[in-house]
């Protein structure tokens, strides 16, 4: 195989099974393996270029012994063999460690980013085995260039860093070019990027940063988060004309993560983020090597934030679903989901689809929210909101069997009815999807989702009363049903008529496969509704009854 061969971005964890399973052997100490795994990558980079076997060396600190083990894998499948390595050695230690590989196809689709910056010296501060400055080396002009003279390296891990260096330096250095090597490896440095020593100079960042929980730091603006990705990214910010990282896109509505979006906001004059879900398909594909958790896959809801001197405005993606089949696709057409950055109630950096922008500026001035309509008692007048949303949101008049609801309880029943209106539409989901998206639907959202001003329409409230009956579901899930009602589209669509004011084309935001593009033809207006015979504006059809 071609070693620059960028498009391949297959995840085999039989072959890493193999490569761990060599290297291993009968239980040899962590000195002997990582010795075993430096012998394996010289003898994958010798056996490539000879010519540069005498810096790949001294580099290394070893000599080429054995078979070649690394033959044929990706640079995304020879990072997830070593951190598996780790992961197997260290299984206590790591079970919080919040380290997850960046896919082949996600480094590359980072690394194309780049265009967007001016020709500048780029670091990588927790480069790994080298995977994102693979790729971002492979998109650039002169690749030898680039490594010889514009590229920095800073990981903790001594064996990760030698691996990184020689494994990119193999792969992208002109013919014979020794010193491209030892330049590249003079330039890098063992060491904690958050320490306080003084950071390699440099002007643009690419960084997958850790996942994982850390002490409260009195020194930074983001040390209350105590989570190590947010340091990073505040250190990145304060250090760089520019980045692009790829983190848990929680950090775009939490509450804790306000102090990084005020640090980013300050420093930088716009960017690009792109918010991807973790459903059907998720950007972290591979294998939690060393987990203890019964699930092996890593399902992780990470954005991609891209801060280059060029961009001069914030614009933001909806939550990006796709099927795996389509990811090819999505990579190349996430970019035309990118929306006029907007801000919610609470601070959030709200992740909506093209087009809503004018909804959700309407919505925003909305004198009332669900709050206001909310009593902390109980009354006659009530519904149950499942709080564990993922592809509707609706509120029932009827009580829901289900681990996870909020009851909520209003004043008389003209509030509870307006209430019903909104919870019912398509209003909340959206409201949701763009303030948090993630696993539970918050209090913060449901309470803060607006309530525009309109009349109460009595043959909705009537056809929402008749599809509790008819669309009851029920979910299994950690060995509990769940109940929930899933309304028909139309109702739905009668529902947003009425209470965000016309015809909206909400297609984007149920999809669970956005790609391609042009399926949903998102740009376009929406083909007129058949108003036809209907109650209140809800076409009459047949529903499936439930038993």
């Not at 910056?117 to 690749?143: A, I, K």
């Not at 306080?196 to 960084?207: C, E, L, T």
């Not at 899933?486 to 084309?505: F, I, Q, S, Y």
Request: net charge positive; aromatic share 8%.
């Amino acid at each position: 195989m071609d070693a620059r061969d960028a498009r391949r971005v297959s995840f085999s964890a039989s072959k890493v099974s193999q490569v761990i399973r060599a290297l291993i052997g009968d239980h040899p100490s962590e000195r002997d393996v990582r010795r075993r795994w430096l012998e394996a990558v010289a003898v994958r980079t010798t056996a490539s270029r000879p010519d540069l076997s005498e810096s790949i060396r001294e580099i290394l600190g070893v000599g080429p012994v054995g078979e070649d083990y690394l033959k044929g894998l990706t640079i995304g499948e020879v990072g997830v063999c070593y951190e598996a390595l780790l992961a197997l050695m260290h299984r206590d230690d790591r079970r919080s460690s919040g380290q997850f590989f960046t896919p082949d196809d996600a480094a590359q689709f980072m690394a194309k980013q780049s265009l967007d910056f001016d020709e500048g010296h780029w670091l990588d501060p927790c480069c790994g085995v080298g995977n994102l400055s693979w790729h971002l080396t492979s998109v650039q002009v002169d690749p030898g260039a680039f490594v010889r003279d514009r590229l920095t390296l800073v990981d903790l891990d001594d064996a990760a860093l030698r691996t990184a260096i020689v494994l990119i330096g193999s792969d992208w250095a002109d013919a014979g070019d020794q010193d491209a090597l030892r330049s590249l490896s003079a330039r890098s440095q063992q060491r904690d990027f958050l320490s306080s020593a003084r950071v390699p100079a440099h002007d643009y960042v690419i960084v997958n940063p850790p996942y994982a929980r850390a002490k409260e730091r009195s020194d930074l603006e983001t040390g209350r988060t105590r989570d190590l990705f947010a340091y990073f990214l505040e250190r990145v910010a304060l250090t760089s004309r520019g980045f692009i990282a790829v983190t848990p896109a929680s950090y775009l509505a939490a509450s804790k993560f306000q102090p990084l979006r005020d640090v980013i906001d300050r420093i930088y004059g716009g960017g690009h983020v792109f918010a991807f879900d973790n459903v059907p398909d998720t950007l972290f594909r591979g294998y939690k090597f060393g987990s203890k958790n019964t699930s092996k896959t890593n399902f992780v809801r990470a954005a991609v934030t891209v801060c280059a001197p060029a961009h001069t405005s914030w614009k933001i993606t909806p939550i990006i679903r796709w099927q795996a089949a389509e990811r090819e696709a999505m990579f190349s057409e996430c970019h035309l989901l990118l929306a006029p950055r907007r801000i919610g109630p609470h601070g959030e950096w709200a992740k909506l689809g093209p087009g809503m922008e004018a909804v959700w500026d309407s919505l925003q001035r909305a004198e009332t929210v669900v709050a206001d309509l909310v009593v902390n008692r109980e009354t006659p007048w009530a519904l149950d909101v499942g709080l564990t949303p993922r592809y509707y949101i609706s509120a029932t008049y009827r009580r829901l069997d289900r681990a996870s609801k909020a009851t909520l309880f209003f004043a008389d029943e003209e509030a509870r009815d307006r209430a019903a209106l909104v919870l019912n539409s398509s209003l909340p989901y959206l409201w949701w999807r763009a303030l948090d998206g993630g696993v539970t639907l918050p209090r913060r959202v449901l309470m803060s989702t607006p309530v525009p001003d309109f009349a109460i329409n009595r043959c909705l409230i009537a056809a929402l009363r008749d599809s509790e009956a008819r669309n009851l579901v029920v979910k299994l899930n950690a060995g509990r049903e769940n109940q929930n009602v899933k309304h028909p589209e139309d109702l739905v669509r009668a529902l947003d008529r009425w209470v965000l004011r016309g015809e909206h084309d909400t297609r984007l935001l149920y999809a669970s496969n956005m790609f391609p593009l042009a399926r949903i033809s998102f740009l376009s207006a929406i083909s007129p509704i058949d108003k036809g015979a209907s109650v209140g504006g809800v076409r009459k059809q047949r529903v499936r009854q439930t038993a």
